[in-house]
């Protein structure tokens, strides 16, 4: 038994009996340090530890059980006496200097005095079999098939199922009483069945089939895409004795994957809409707008104002945004929407109702702020749309201003276009713009499958923060 110079009396009591033990046992000081070992302990390590100088364990390096690195100060001794308990079977592994690992259970059992404080503690190393590490490994194996969030079976050459776990049942429907000892073909769609034998051919020339995309019958007879790995078994001889197959539902990424292709379509299309609506309105500004800078800035306007529209569509996924919105959107950048009252039901505008209206909104607010209700200290404007039994929504935009000035109108400015016209058309509808003594005033009328969004039951109104049914600014 090597043991340290002034090692406590404790540490040589057993010294005689210690050395004689078959199994590897060490000794230590309440600090780790290594006080005495014997030769089982020296071959279990591979190396000689330098007494008093080695921590916690006499090994070379140590490895947690799945091989990745343990520092000493981890190992069951180190926890042992920092716990201050006994430990049954930690497990761990002893890498030697020349690069072998035994992997081994250890029992380390702190020492105290008789007034039971801690003064060190006696470690014995169980080295493990290579048949009880098949054992546990097999064991460590099960636990994660059993448990696996993937469907995995395994077959025999034939295609005969040989173990089915819980999440095949999950996926599948079928039980494992109800597959075991049965082809795997009953998953197969007719139109598929020869690709059983095509996997078949190849795993019995030892390839491993990986990510294979395919589509698998459910027990109740609908169609699921599923990606399969597919790879041999082999026995202790090495001949290929079966097949171990994991399947993976893809059925969310492929729905998935479907709605990014209709989201780029309909980007696609909204975004080539939206050239064409600026090409339009840059001509029709172009042919009323004489003046260079007050043709840049209406052009410049009228594009941020599509922006506008343009980002609630993104931020609604491009199915739309509610009136609320979309009013306020083009009320607030004015400052003034405090003098703006809203009132009507939630409705979730279809995007060509969202980007047309959204134009006659902007033209409504500017002539408001430059010649309207907005221009003065005291007008007002409310904005009362509704549904009407026939199904037909009615919008209107109504201002107020005390003390009038004289109406200024241009019968074939672009913004009667848009009010009288463009917008209209868009939804299906009729505009009527008006100028009364207390200001202008337009209406649209238009039936209510131009207007709003089919309702969608993953798409609620009150995910988009607009729960009430009516509500008001100001």
């Not at 029709?284 to 260079?292: G, I």
């Not at 131009?450 to 995910?463: A, K, R, S, V």
Request: aromatic letters at 6%; hydrophobic letters at 40%.
């Amino acid at each position: 038994m090597t043991l340290a110079d002034g090692a406590p009396a404790w540490a040589g009591t057993s010294a005689a009996v210690l050395e004689a033990l078959p199994i590897a046992v060490y000794l230590t000081d309440c600090q780790g340090a290594v006080l005495a070992y014997n030769p089982a302990a020296r071959e279990l390590w591979g190396v000689e530890p330098q007494i008093g100088v080695a921590k916690w364990c006499g090994s070379w390096k140590l490895r947690f059980p799945d091989g990745s690195p343990m520092a000493h100060d981890e190992c069951p001794m180190a926890v042992a006496i920092r716990e201050n308990r006994a430990i049954r079977g930690g497990e761990a592994m002893a890498e030697r200097p020349n690069g072998e690992l035994v992997p081994f259970l250890a029992f380390p059992t702190p020492i105290r005095n008789e007034n039971g404080e801690l003064t060190g503690a006696v470690n014995a190393l169980v080295e493990i079999s290579d048949a009880q590490a098949a054992k546990r490994a097999q064991r460590h194996l099960a636990a994660i098939v059993a448990f696996s969030h993937d469907a995995i079976v395994s077959k025999d050459l034939g295609g005969i199922v040989t173990t089915w776990n819980e999440s095949a049942e999950r996926v599948f429907g079928y039980t494992a009483d109800e597959v075991v000892g049965h082809p795997i073909t009953i998953l197969i769609p007719p139109e598929r069945q020869h690709e059983e034998v095509e996997i078949l051919s190849r795993i019995r020339a030892g390839e491993v089939v990986d990510y294979f995309e395919t589509v698998r019958l459910h027990k109740d007879g609908r169609r699921m895409p599923v990606s399969l790995t597919i790879s041999p078994i082999r026995g202790n001889d090495g001949a290929i004795v079966g097949i171990s197959k994991i399947a993976r539902d893809i059925t969310e990424q492929k729905e998935a994957e479907q709605r990014i292709r209709t989201l780029m379509r309909e980007v696609n299309h909204r975004v080539k809409n939206q050239f064409a609506v600026i090409l339009s309105m840059v001509r029709e500004t172009r042919t009323r707008t004489p003046d260079p800078e007050e043709f840049e800035t209406q052009v410049r306007d009228r594009i941020m104002a599509l922006s506008r529209s343009h980002d609630l569509l993104v931020k609604g996924e491009w199915r739309g945004a509610t009136l609320f919105e979309l009013l306020l959107a083009h009320i607030e950048i004015f400052g003034n929407q405090e003098r703006v009252r809203l009132s009507g039901p939630t409705i979730m505008l279809q995007p060509m109702a969202l980007q047309y209206i959204g134009m006659a909104f902007h033209e409504l607010a500017t002539n408001a702020v430059k010649y309207g209700a907005l221009s003065g200290a005291d007008g007002t404007i409310a904005v009362d749309w509704t549904i009407e039994p026939d199904r037909r929504f009615r919008l209107t935009w109504a201002e107020t201003m005390p003390n009038p000035a004289p109406a200024r109108r241009k019968a074939n400015g672009f913004g009667a276009v848009v009010l009288e016209r463009v917008a209209p058309a868009a939804v299906g509808g009729r505009g009527i713009l008006a100028h009364t003594d207390a200001g202008i005033s337009w209406t649209l009328t238009a039936p209510l499958e131009g207007i709003e969004t089919p309702q969608d039951p993953d798409f609620g109104l009150e995910n988009r923060g607009f729960g009430a049914e009516t509500g008001e600014t100001g």
